[in-house]
């Protein structure tokens, strides 16, 4: 089963995908992670990516189609992946389309998050994640905290911000969202493939409820 997580940053891809991964036993796939991954390591895909991301900017299409058609070719996903982050954009969501068919597969769910926008910026300036990339569990310090200040509760490593959570790289994020990445909510509309789900911190409980409830939606129990 492909499944794709659509949304605006912020609104919770990552805590979705995490948590579907375990309940669906499919591997999730973010490209922001592979992204930071080779910052980290300084390899030269990092070295362009960063020049985008610092900035707020998409990683130009023929690079981001790159990865996620080498990323589909491995073992462990030929059951399955949920795309954290992919596609962002109408070209993105073509290519994806073509790599699955040569495969005689589709997509067959794109889980659209929307999160009202005042509450987009508070997620994100406040979001922590796991410096551990075994781990990379999201915590956020008023919504869902960490026990012990700056330690993952999981695992007991540091906790680090996103060097682009910032207020300012936000805005820009969201602007780069709606103009680019917001059409494909009418791409997947068409294929009636897609599952609208509210996250909001007065309506459910930071992506649990929400992925029970995708999960019960794929089950066919709903
Ligand atoms: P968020 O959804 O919170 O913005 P991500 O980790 O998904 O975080 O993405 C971080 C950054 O990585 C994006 O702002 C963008 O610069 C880059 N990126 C991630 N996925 C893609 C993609 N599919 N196409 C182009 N750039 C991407
Ligand atoms: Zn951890």
């Known amino acids: 089963m492909v499944i794709i997580m659509l949304g605006a940053p912020g609104t919770g ?3 979705v995908a995490s948590l579907l991964q375990k309940k669906l036993e499919i591997k999730q ?7 930071r991954k080779n910052i980290k390591e300084g390899t030269e895909l990092g070295i362009i990516a960063k020049e985008y991301i610092s900035e707020g900017k998409l990683v130009p299409d023929d690079i981001t189609i790159k990865i996620i058609e080498d990323r589909l070719n491995e073992s462990d996903v030929q059951n399955g992946a949920i795309l954290d982050g992919f596609p962002r ?12 068919a040569s495969k ?11 999160t009202p926008d005042e509450e987009i910026i508070e997620r ?11 781990c990379k569990k999201i915590y956020n310090l ?27 790289i936000v805005r820009e994020r969201l602007k780069t969202y709606f103009e680019q990445t917001s059409p494909l909510i009418q791409y997947y509309e ?7 789900e509210i996250v909001s911190k007065t309506i459910n409980r930071l992506g649990i409820d929400v992925a029970e409830d995708v999960v019960q939606i794929l089950k066919g129990e709903k």
Do not use: H, W
């Open 142 to 168: 008023i919504l869902n905290p960490p026990k012990q200040e700056g330690i993952c509760d999981k695992c007991g490593s540091e906790l680090i911000k996103r060097k682009d959570d910032t207020e300012e």
């Open 29 to 35: 796939i973010s490209t922001g992670d592979i992204f």
């Open 104 to 114: 005689g597969k589709k997509v067959n769910k794109v889980i659209n998050l929307t």
């Open 190 to 196: 068409k294929q009636g493939n897609m599952l609208t």
């Open 13 to 15: 891809k990552g805590t």
């Open 89 to 100: 954009t109408i070209k993105q969501a073509e290519e994806l389309d073509r790599i699955l």
């Open 124 to 134: 994100i300036v406040n979001r922590r994640i796991c410096s551990n990339q075994e």
